[in-house]
């Protein structure tokens, strides 16, 4: 019997573990590989050609949802589900918006994880039950965290998105510069870019965009009033 190939991207190591341990019992699972963060993950998909990845929203270094932008562009094969600890509506626009196929609450037993991995596998998309009247409404658009609209029309570019998450986890300019190898003046335009199309103009705006958004956790800036 052929296996599922299965990456593993999670930044907790407890819950990574765990995630391993649960798939392992199913023989017709396997997981080939296991990321921290974002940018491992994208590296770790090019090489192992997964047929599914579990794709925590809220990493470090490149979150979630742009991880998966970058997956999908470079092993188009692969499908991407995404896991989170909210089921709020901006996470899951977001997510389906990223191209994956699949949206699972962290708190979902271990046989609608498996499930779910058959099922994008053979095609089909996958989202717990708690999510899945989240995903079309008649207003075309989604609701925050904070209970506000949020405009489906709104792109960043990958670049823009990478911007976004560092300034909200409170990098400055220069060490976003040296982060992401760009210069700093490249850096302030994204910045400027970032700010106009989002119709943000503030850092903290920002922070909380990237938090209601599943960006970064609340947890990663604490210093953002």
Do not use: W
Not at 58 to 74: D, H, I, S, Y
């Amino acid at each position: 019997m052929k296996k599922i190939t299965i990456l593993l991207a999670e930044d907790h190591m407890i819950v990574r573990e765990g995630f391993r341990k649960m798939l392992e019992l199913e023989k017709d699972l396997q997981v080939v590989g296991e990321a921290q963060n974002g940018r491992q993950a994208v590296a770790l998909a090019k090489k192992l050609c997964p047929n599914v990845v579990l794709m925590d929203i809220a990493m470090p270094k490149l979150n979630g949802l742009e991880a998966t932008r970058q997956v999908l562009k470079a092993v188009p094969a692969t499908k991407v589900v995404i896991l989170s600890a909210h089921s709020d509506d901006a996470y899951v626009k977001n997510a389906t918006d990223s191209g994956a196929v699949g949206f699972l609450l962290k708190q979902t037993s271990a046989h609608v994880v498996c499930e779910a991995i058959r099922q994008v596998q053979k095609g089909s998309p996958f989202f717990s039950p708690a999510v899945t009247k989240r995903l079309h409404r008649p207003d075309g658009k989604s609701l925050d965290r904070d209970g506000g609209s949020q405009s489906r029309n709104v792109r960043l570019s990958s670049r823009e998105m990478e911007v976004l998450q560092l300034i909200a986890e409170g990098k400055a300019n220069k060490e976003t510069a040296a982060e992401l190898g760009i210069s700093i003046k490249t850096v302030e335009k994204h910045r400027e870019k970032v700010m106009s199309k989002l119709n943000i103009h503030d850092t903290s705006g920002l922070t909380r965009y990237a938090i209601s958004a599943g960006i970064i956790e609340s947890s990663v800036q604490l210093t953002i009033i």
